[in-house]
């Protein structure tokens, strides 16, 4: 039966075959998955370093007792007196935060303290946690970011 054995042989060689295709499949899927690995961790450090700094407080306009209530859990708010408009803040998470991220928190706390009050206009000054140095505020005049 020399048929049965060149048909085993063909067989054989097929299945040889066969295995090869995948281990080639298998190596270009690695290839492809390490090249994307090396590409997203390039695109990572890129945004990193690129990336402005400052910190990230969340703002919900629509929430704002809830904002208050974040940053306040958050530690960026120690203390708050609606009343006189005076928010005492942390000094170093200030520092943290990009000018336009300053003049944001003064107008939405401004206008928070304002809305609690019953006022039509939004005065207040935000104050830093130990030294309590002036370090924006919204008065008479305008709108102050130190």
């Known amino acids: 039966m020399p048929w049965m054995e060149e048909e ?21 899927v690695l290839r492809i998955a390490g090249i994307v690995s090396v590409l997203a961790l390039i695109v990572f450090v890129v ?22 209530a974040e ?6 708010i120690k203390s708050i007196d609606k ?12 520092k943290e935060i990009s ?14 303290c304002a809305e609690k009050r019953g006022a039509e206009q939004a005065v207040i000054s935000i104050r830093g946690y130990g030294s309590r140095v002036l370090l924006g505020g919204i008065d008479s005049v305008g709108m102050k970011i130190e």
């Open 8 to 28: 085993q042989k063909r067989m054989t060689a097929d299945v040889a075959e066969q295995g090869k295709q995948r281990r080639t499949q298998y190596k270009k």
């Open 47 to 68: 945004d990193l370093i690129t990336r402005e700094t400052g910190a990230r407080l969340p703002l919900n306009l629509g929430d704002p007792e809830g904002t208050v």
């Open 71 to 76: 940053w306040t859990r958050a530690g960026f």
């Open 83 to 94: 009343t006189a408009a005076t928010v005492v803040v942390d000094e170093t998470l200030w």
């Open 99 to 112: 000018h336009d991220e300053k003049t944001t928190i003064v107008a939405f706390l401004g206008s928070y």
